[in-house]
């Protein structure tokens, strides 16, 4: 009987579940069918397409004119448009601001470098002077030389001088351009404070701290904004054609010359020449840190002249940013190893200190033209470069002129030699003609800005001089720039020879 009830209550819920089944199916199948079928009935124009096309009828606008759907498309468009100038707006300040930020590492690189070819008796003073030209450089140029080289139309002497205002003005968004001013600013005020920096190499060891500080403000504040101004801020030079893509002129030339300059007035250190006229190195304490310092001021390139680009978003930008990076560094090795062989042949040892300048002298070179030369043209123009770095010490050396770093040679010299390349090899610019009527351009206006930044430089070291605050007593530089003027110590005592 249990087995029977069992059964029972099994067939019981077996019926059941059948049941929903069959309910389940035979309500799903009616609706698909009527589904699929009411679009034939309505292409076959019968009475039920006229109910269904009513629903369709609602949904439908009305006709539109030409004029309206032009001005649906507009509406469409103006959002899609503002999202892509905002998004390029914001690849192009961060890019900036990262570049700015390398560009302002170099500072560590040249204070490393020159640091490492001196005297470790004025490390604290070379600290110094690298710290300060950056500081006193930023305020300079905030209060002066910003709009003294981007004047725009307010011009003192068009093109020639412009008017200096304080500040930078504020951004508006994508209303202000490509990128935001403020970014401008900080990448802009990095390439002064290179150009200033550069002459502390040339004169180290026997300049008053005092005096750097007069010539530093000088130089950031109004040299070399007014010389900037002819080119990147839209004056004579840039109306004649004069290429400089990211500074071999206006930057580097500028400060090698300046350098120069101050190298001439103050004289050689002392010992660094026989009575006879001998020369007699005096050799860096730290070659290690030498190395270090070229190795960052070779990264900081990178935000140096593909950072120039100023513009990065699209492929076509980003094409030609790494297109720069590319002959950049291309330029560099070529002219390390130029260097380096020149140096083996001529000395009969691998001098290191060649070779490193050698990289700074190949970089230096292509930063006029990376943005217009062929890969097998920048290859040449780091190579000739490379190998007037160590012509460069040379002729030094023969004029009695004491560079304790190569500054002359590395950034006055090749700067002048890429400013010149770019004429050669540079792809012709807009509205100029041929390879001659360009490298006439380069001729005259890189001349110009090196004979402006070494004239006016000039005339602030020789009245530093004049009044006796350009150089040290030789008792103090024989002593040490460290202790005498900073009454400090780099080292511990007895390890700073």
Same mark, same amino acid.
């Given at each position: 009987?249990?087995?029977?009830?069992?059964?029972?209550?099994?067939? *019981?819920?077996?019926?059941?579940?059948?049941?929903?089944?069959?309910?389940?199916?035979?309500?799903?199948?009616?609706?698909t069918?009527?589904?699929?079928?009411?679009?034939?009935?309505?292409?076959?124009?019968?009475?039920?397409?006229?109910?269904?096309?009513?629903?369709?009828?609602?949904?439908?606008?009305?006709?539109?004119?030409?004029?309206?759907?032009?001005?649906?498309?507009?509406?469409?468009?103006?959002?899609?448009?503002?999202?892509?100038?905002?998004?390029?707006?914001?690849?192009?300040?961060?890019?900036?601001?990262?570049? +700015?930020v *390398?560009? *302002?590492f170099?500072?560590?690189?040249?204070?490393?470098?020159?640091?490492?070819?001196?005297?470790?008796?004025?490390?604290?003073?070379?600290?110094?002077?690298?710290?300060?030209?950056?500081?006193?450089?930023?305020?300079?140029?905030?209060? #002066?030389? $910003?709009t003294?080289?981007?004047?725009?139309?307010?011009?003192?002497?068009?093109?020639?001088?412009?008017?200096?205002?304080?500040?930078?003005? +504020?951004?508006?968004?994508?209303?202000?351009?490509?990128?935001?001013?403020?970014?401008?600013?900080?990448?802009?005020?990095?390439?002064?404070?290179?150009?200033?920096? #550069?002459?502390?190499?040339?004169?180290?060891?026997?300049?008053k701290?005092?005096?750097? !500080?007069?010539?530093?403000?000088?130089?950031?504040?109004?040299?070399?904004?007014?010389?900037?101004?002819?080119?990147?801020?839209?004056?004579?030079?840039?109306?004649?054609?004069?290429q400089?893509?990211?500074?071999s002129?206006?930057?580097?030339?500028?400060?090698?010359?300046?350098?120069?300059?101050?190298?001439?007035?103050?004289?050689p250190?002392?010992?660094?020449?026989?009575?006879?006229?001998?020369?007699?190195?005096?050799?860096?304490?730290?070659?290690?840190?030498?190395?270090?310092?070229?190795?960052?001021?070779?990264?900081?390139?990178?935000?140096?002249?593909?950072?120039?680009?100023?513009?990065?978003?699209?492929?076509?930008?980003?094409?030609?940013?790494?297109?720069?990076?590319?002959?950049?560094?291309?330029?560099?090795?070529?002219?390390?190893?130029?260097? *380096?062989?020149?140096?083996?042949?001529?000395?009969?040892?691998?001098?290191?200190?060649? +070779?490193?300048?050698?990289?700074?002298?190949?970089?230096?070179?292509?930063?006029?033209?990376?943005?217009?030369v062929?890969?097998?043209?920048?290859?040449?123009?780091?190579?000739?470069?490379?190998?007037?770095?160590?012509?460069?010490? !040379?002729?030094?050396?023969?004029?009695?002129?004491?560079?304790?770093?190569?500054?002359?040679?590395?950034?006055?010299?090749?700067?002048?030699?890429?400013?010149?390349?770019?004429? #050669?090899?540079?792809d012709?610019?807009?509205?100029?003609?041929?390879?001659?009527?360009? $490298?006439?351009?380069?001729?005259?206006?890189?001349?110009?800005?090196?004979?402006?930044?070494?004239?006016?430089?000039? #005339?602030?070291?020789?009245?530093?001089?004049?009044?006796?605050?350009?150089?040290?007593?030789?008792?103090?530089?024989?002593?040490?720039?460290?202790?005498?003027?900073?009454?400090?110590?780099a080292?511990?005592l007895?390890?700073?020879?």
């Amino acid at each position: 009987m249990k087995t029977l009830g069992d059964r029972w209550m099994y067939g *019981l819920l077996l019926g059941v579940v059948t049941c929903l089944a069959v309910g389940v199916v035979s309500t799903a199948f009616p609706a698909t069918a009527v589904a699929q079928e009411e679009p034939a009935a309505v292409s076959a124009g019968e009475a039920p397409a006229e109910e269904a096309a009513e629903p369709a009828k609602e949904k439908k606008p009305e006709e539109e004119t030409p004029a309206e759907e032009a001005a649906e498309v507009e509406a469409a468009a103006d959002p899609l448009a503002a999202y892509i100038a905002e998004a390029d707006y914001t690849i192009n300040t961060l890019i900036m601001f990262i570049c +700015a930020v *390398l560009v *302002l590492f170099m500072q560590a690189g040249f204070a490393m470098v020159e640091i490492g070819l001196n005297s470790a008796k004025n490390a604290v003073n070379i600290l110094a002077k690298n710290v300060m030209d950056l500081c006193v450089g930023v305020l300079l140029y905030l209060f #002066i030389g $910003f709009t003294l080289m981007y004047p725009g139309d307010a011009w003192i002497v068009d093109g020639w001088i412009g008017t200096p205002s304080p500040f930078v003005v +504020a951004s508006e968004g994508t209303e202000y351009g490509d990128y935001s001013s403020y970014a401008d600013f900080l990448f802009q005020v990095a390439f002064a404070a290179t150009a200033a920096t #550069i002459v502390s190499g040339a004169v180290a060891g026997r300049m008053k701290f005092s005096a750097y !500080l007069v010539y530093s403000a000088i130089l950031t504040g109004l040299i070399y904004p007014i010389s900037g101004a002819w080119k990147w801020g839209g004056g004579w030079c840039d109306a004649m054609g004069f290429q400089d893509f990211a500074g071999s002129i206006v930057v580097h030339a500028v400060g090698g010359f300046a350098g120069l300059a101050g190298a001439i007035f103050l004289g050689p250190r002392v010992g660094r020449f026989s009575r006879e006229g001998k020369s007699q190195p005096i050799p860096g304490h730290n070659i290690s840190f030498a190395a270090l310092g070229v190795f960052i001021l070779w990264v900081g390139w990178y935000g140096f002249n593909p950072g120039s680009q100023l513009t990065y978003a699209g492929a076509a930008n980003a094409n030609a940013t790494t297109y720069i990076a590319l002959t950049t560094t291309l330029a560099a090795a070529a002219g390390a190893v130029t260097a *380096l062989l020149t140096g083996w042949v001529m000395f009969g040892k691998p001098d290191v200190t060649m +070779a490193l300048n050698g990289v700074l002298g190949g970089l230096v070179a292509i930063t006029a033209n990376c943005d217009r030369v062929s890969q097998g043209e920048s290859l040449i123009i780091g190579l000739i470069g490379g190998l007037l770095v160590v012509m460069g010490i !040379l002729m030094l050396e023969k004029f009695k002129i004491d560079d304790p770093v190569g500054a002359w040679p590395v950034h006055g010299l090749c700067g002048l030699w890429g400013g010149l390349a770019t004429g #050669i090899f540079g792809d012709l610019p807009d509205g100029v003609g041929s390879v001659g009527e360009f $490298f006439t351009t380069q001729v005259i206006c890189s001349l110009s800005i090196c004979v402006w930044a070494f004239v006016t430089m000039s #005339i602030v070291f020789g009245a530093l001089k004049a009044i006796g605050m350009l150089r040290v007593s030789p008792e103090v530089e024989q002593a040490g720039l460290d202790l005498h003027e900073h009454g400090l110590r780099a080292y511990p005592l007895g390890a700073d020879q």
